[in-house]
């Protein structure tokens, strides 16, 4: 059995699934009623999702290793953070929400500066004892050579004046960063071309999607070796196997297009929390949401059996 593993980025996965569904969307539109009011039919929903490449992404302190707050102090007041991004692909809406907050028991001028890739984006100086020092930054969305935007973080204070001395030495005043500050940014998925780039754009947390929780031995081998690949890069891979009827999904936070609805198949997903599957039609259908469905994937281990379950489930879409 031929195994293939496919490192692709979530667009390319998703297509995976648009493309097949765009197949049986006709037939099934066939067979129901016109959509009402707003004129958009099933394919067309199809197609705008399949039409949009852009995937976000977001990266927190949390998921770069830090299990606590990040406290900068005399004498360690700098400190610079590599923010993972895909490698020479351009960025859009990048920004950074710095959560953090201070204390100053020393007085003296503090002031925080804040530079991404060497520039200083924000300086500001701090007077209270203590306070909030939260604040967003836009951050330009330039290609990174090096697949990483680099956030540094100088925390200062100057005691006393020029002409006189003082000691320098400010132990009491105290920047605290929490693990919930986030890079966030979108990109466009068709400028990945390769797989150094594929690879470089994967989240902390990537998903690995395999047929079934029984594998062949080539499937089993080709999962086992991305896993410990990524492991060693310093991600944290989650494998997770393809739905099967009688399993539960989580609809929270999923939208059903209206014009998807009149299909049987999505008719009993509308409502969001728990949903247990009651047919491969419904299988079919919530891989057709593709990103905008409950399961999403990095890397599809796609061998024989991935193939068949998929277009079992599609057929099975079709035939309602």
């Not at 991404?116 to 701090?126: E, F, I, W």
Request: net charge neutral; hydrophobic share 45%; charged share 20%.
């Amino acid at each position: 059995m031929n195994t293939l593993l496919q490192c692709q980025p979530a667009p390319s996965f998703r297509r995976l699934f648009l493309a097949a569904a765009a197949a049986v969307v006709p037939l099934l539109v066939s067979a129901q009623p016109a959509p009402a009011a707003q004129g958009t039919s099933p394919a067309d929903v199809f197609r705008r999702m399949s039409a949009d490449n852009w995937i976000p992404r977001t990266v927190t302190f949390a998921d770069l290793g830090f299990t606590g707050p990040l406290v900068l102090g005399y004498p360690d007041t700098l400190r610079e953070i590599y923010l993972p991004v895909p490698t020479n692909v351009p960025l859009a809406n990048a920004a950074l929400q710095l959560d953090a907050n201070y204390v100053r028991a020393d007085g003296g001028r503090t002031t925080m500066i804040l530079s991404v890739d060497g520039y200083p984006v924000s300086a500001r100086p701090l007077t209270a004892e203590r306070g909030d020092a939260s604040l967003a930054l836009a951050v330009d969305g330039n290609p990174r050579p090096s697949g990483f935007v680099r956030f540094n973080i100088d925390w200062r204070t100057a005691v006393g004046r020029e002409n006189t001395c003082a000691d320098a030495r400010t132990p009491g005043n105290l920047l605290r960063i929490e693990p919930t500050t986030k890079f966030t940014y979108r990109y466009d998925g068709s400028a990945v071309r390769d797989l150094s780039t594929a690879w470089s754009s994967l989240p902390s947390t990537p998903t690995i999607l395999v047929a079934s929780g029984k594998l062949s031995t080539e499937a089993y081998d080709s999962a086992w070796r991305v896993g410990v690949a990524l492991e060693r890069a310093g991600k944290r891979p989650v494998i997770r196997a393809l739905p099967t009827v009688g399993d539960t999904v989580d609809m929270r936070g999923v939208t059903i297009p209206a014009a998807l609805r009149s299909i049987p198949a999505y008719a009993g997903l509308t409502e969001g929390g728990p949903h247990k599957i009651k047919d491969a039609a419904e299988i079919g259908a919530l891989m057709a949401l593709g990103a905008a469905g409950p399961f999403q994937a990095d890397i599809v281990i796609a061998d024989q059996s991935f193939a068949g379950a998929m277009g079992g489930n599609f057929e099975a879409l079709k035939g309602q």
